[in-house]
């Protein structure tokens, strides 16, 4: 079956780093972009990153832009979330999700994780 699992959350002072794993299995990774989507306490869900699969191009939400790196390992179906500088409103259930293409849109998304839990303290 599809998965994606999630990994790498925990808790963090602001200013400092954590860095997610996202492992799939089931599908043909190399064929799919692989986003973040993070959902903090009594607020929607948002994109937050997303590395296509094609040319590997990456976007960024421009909260995060500057602070964060995404990358794929497509030999061990894994994509990073690294994450830098981080913020107290960077606290929220980060998930990885995939699709096609990269799309802003949780619709558009065809496979989402259980997400990890990221808190970050002031």
């Known amino acids: 079956e599809v998965q994606l699992v999630e990994s790498g959350g925990g808790l963090v002072q602001a200013g400092g780093s954590l860095r997610l794993s996202c492992a799939a299995s089931g599908f043909t990774f190399d064929d799919y972009a692989i986003g973040w989507f993070r959902q903090a306490p009594g607020k929607e869900r948002e994109g937050v990153s997303c590395?296509?699969?094609?040319?590997?191009?990456?976007y960024y939400a421009d909260s995060v832009k500057g602070r964060f790196t995404i990358s794929r390992d497509n030999a061990k179906n894994t994509v990073l979330l690294q994450m830098n500088s981080l913020k107290p409103e960077d606290t929220a259930v980060y998930y990885c999700?995939?699709?096609?293409?990269?799309?802003?849109?949780?619709?558009?998304?065809?496979?989402w994780g259980e997400g990890t839990l990221v808190t970050v303290s002031s």
């Open positions: 999700a995939g699709a096609p293409l990269c799309k802003w849109s949780l619709y558009a998304m065809d496979y």
């Open positions: 590395i296509s699969s094609s040319d590997g191009s990456t």
